[in-house]
């Protein structure tokens, strides 16, 4: 299996151009808090002022979609690319692999895989049978009305999609499911998981998870109008991140974010074969 050790010992495999591998260095918590806060203001002002403001223009859905969204997802991803010639190592494949964890999974990892999917589709109904708490209580901030209806038409599903008559149109789905898997899920796990992780554990050790998954719950605050809304997503976070650090590998957290995302695609895909 890949994992840092061979890019701190400089393993053929793990090799840039110059045929050295710079050693992988531990990341503070002041730098870790930066990389995630960042990240999530550029996120929060995309979705809670530009995109409202978009609304009230008269923007269509569509083009409000593509202008608010995916730009912040894709510099995620131009991002973990940077951080990578940041520590001076070669944007080679097998670069790219070993630093981001992206080699074979261990005989174990597709156990994990599927016991972190079934816990994240378990921890996202659970919590409000078991708690009974209301949704609405812990209230942080309300988000802008606009940003709540985009929201909800974007996961309604039905015959149209933003505003797009879906029958037949099979090219909605395949670019949004291009944008999903290439902006969102590779865009945020090389990133958290990639980029940010394995340079934590080495200043964090085993409790790293703990406090990567509280990070990264924190960086969605644009969607958590209320305390619960946070703590709700916590399990989800905390077990994403305990599983790649518990692995060394990034393919569990991309795999289960994939399914996690996956009701708007197969809305979408409904909506094509009505």
Same mark, same amino acid.
């Given at each position: 299996? $890949?994992?840092?050790?061979?890019?701190?010992?400089?393993?053929?495999?793990?090799?840039?151009?110059?045929?050295?591998?710079?050693?992988?260095?531990?990341? $503070?918590?002041?730098?870790?808090? *930066?990389?995630?806060?960042? =990240?999530?203001?550029?996120?929060?002002?995309?979705?809670?002022?530009?995109?409202? #403001?978009?609304?009230?223009?008269?923007?269509?859905?569509?083009? !409000? /979609?593509?202008?608010? /969204?995916?730009?912040?997802?894709?510099?995620?991803?131009?991002?973990?690319?940077?951080?990578?010639?940041?520590?001076?190592?070669?944007?080679?494949?097998?670069?790219?692999?070993?630093?981001?964890?992206?080699?074979?999974?261990?005989?174990?990892?597709?156990?994990?895989?599927?016991?972190?999917?079934?816990?994240?589709?378990? #921890?996202?109904?659970?919590?409000?049978?078991?708690?009974? %708490?209301?949704?609405?209580?812990?209230? *942080?901030?309300?988000? =802008?009305?606009?940003?709540?209806?985009?929201?909800?038409?974007?996961?309604? &599903?039905?015959?149209?999609?933003?505003?797009? =008559?879906?029958?037949?149109? +099979? +090219?909605?789905? /395949?670019?949004?499911?291009?944008?999903? !898997?290439?902006?969102? !899920?590779? &865009?945020?796990?090389?990133? +958290?998981?990639?980029? !940010?992780?394995?340079?934590?554990?080495?200043?964090?050790?085993?409790?790293?998870?703990?406090?990567?998954? %509280?990070?990264?719950?924190?960086?969605?605050?644009?969607?958590?109008?209320?305390?619960?809304?946070?703590?709700?997503? *916590? =399990?989800?976070?905390?077990?994403? #991140?305990?599983?790649?650090?518990?692995?060394?590998?990034?393919?569990?957290?991309?795999? $289960?974010?994939?399914?996690?995302? #996956?009701?708007?695609? %197969?809305?979408?895909?409904?909506?094509?074969?009505?």
């Amino acid at each position: 299996m $890949s994992n840092d050790n061979e890019i701190a010992t400089g393993s053929a495999s793990a090799r840039d151009s110059s045929g050295l591998v710079p050693p992988l260095k531990p990341i $503070s918590f002041l730098t870790t808090f *930066l990389l995630f806060a960042v =990240p999530s203001a550029i996120f929060s002002f995309s979705l809670l002022v530009l995109l409202p #403001a978009l609304m009230r223009r008269g923007f269509p859905s569509f083009a !409000i /979609f593509n202008l608010t /969204f995916l730009p912040p997802l894709a510099m995620l991803l131009i991002a973990s690319l940077a951080g990578l010639k940041l520590e001076g190592r070669s944007l080679t494949w097998p670069v790219i692999r070993n630093r981001f964890r992206l080699g074979r999974l261990p005989r174990y990892g597709w156990l994990w895989i599927v016991g972190l999917c079934v816990f994240e589709i378990l #921890a996202s109904v659970l919590p409000g049978y078991v708690f009974q %708490v209301s949704p609405t209580s812990l209230h *942080l901030y309300t988000a =802008p009305k606009e940003f709540s209806d985009f929201m909800g038409a974007l996961s309604s &599903g039905g015959k149209d999609f933003l505003g797009i =008559p879906l029958h037949g149109q +099979w +090219w909605v789905f /395949f670019y949004f499911l291009f944008g999903l !898997i290439v902006f969102n !899920i590779f &865009g945020e796990e090389l990133w +958290w998981r990639g980029y !940010i992780l394995p340079r934590q554990e080495l200043a964090q050790g085993r409790w790293t998870w703990v406090v990567h998954g %509280v990070l990264w719950d924190g960086f969605h605050i644009f969607y958590h109008q209320t305390a619960w809304s946070f703590l709700a997503y *916590l =399990p989800v976070t905390l077990s994403i #991140a305990y599983v790649c650090q518990k692995t060394k590998n990034t393919w569990p957290g991309i795999i $289960s974010h994939t399914v996690a995302n #996956a009701a708007v695609p %197969v809305a979408i895909l409904r909506g094509i074969l009505s």
